[in-house]
């Protein structure tokens, strides 16, 4: 009986340890699960903070687009006029070949302010339809950004 005693109290001893190993392991496991929550959710805040600022510089860059279009707009209505103008000075000029009222010297300077208005406006255009060429190249950048950060969450929610 004192054998049988000193077998089951080895016995229970051994069962003791093993339990407590158990138990260690548990509790670090625990403590490994809760660290990968919190770094989930740090990851998660921080993908959040970032789609934000992505969607700020969308706005922006939406406004310099509309910016841009509008300024383009306006030159172009500027350019329209100026080649009406040109045309009349054209005509003026003609007028003046076959002999008519004005001197020569009047449509020559005519025609030169003519000329640099339509050149100023040909640079304005030209620095307008680059801007907005280099607006919507950003709105495509950030366009794909966006796709990738939807497939980084769908990836990591898929991971879940």
């Known amino acids: 009986l004192k054998e049988e005693n000193a077998s089951l109290r080895s016995k ?4 003791q340890i093993f339990s407590e190993t158990q138990a260690d392991k548990m509790r670090k496991l625990e403590r490994k699960l809760e660290e990968n929550k919190i770094k989930e959710e740090k990851e998660a805040q921080d993908l959040e903070a970032m789609v934000q600022h992505v969607e700020q510089n ?3 860059m939406t406004k310099r687009a509309v910016k841009a279009e509008n300024s383009a707009t306006k030159l172009k209505q500027e350019n329209a006029l100026l080649q009406v103008q040109l045309k ?3 005509t003026e000029n003609e007028a003046l070949r076959s002999g008519q009222s ?5 449509v020559k300077q005519n025609a ?4 640099q ?6 640079t304005n255009s030209r620095s307008s339809i680059k801007q ?14 966006l796709k990738s ?3 980084i969450s769908e990836m990591s929610q898929d991971g879940q």
Do not use: C, M, P, R
């Not at 004005?102 to 009047?106: D, V």
């Not at 030169?112 to 000329?115: F, K, N, R």
């Not at 907005?132 to 950004?145: C, F, I, N, P, T």
């Open 149 to 151: 950060i939807d497939s």
């Open 132 to 145: 907005l060429v280099s607006g919507a190249e950003s709105l495509q950048l950030v366009a794909d950004l």
């Open 88 to 90: 009349n000075y054209k």
């Open 117 to 122: 208005n339509l050149l100023t406006v040909i």
């Open 12 to 15: 229970i001893n051994k069962l």
């Open 112 to 115: 030169d302010i003519a000329l």
């Open 102 to 106: 004005a001197s020569l010297a009047a």
């Open 58 to 60: 969308l706005q922006l």
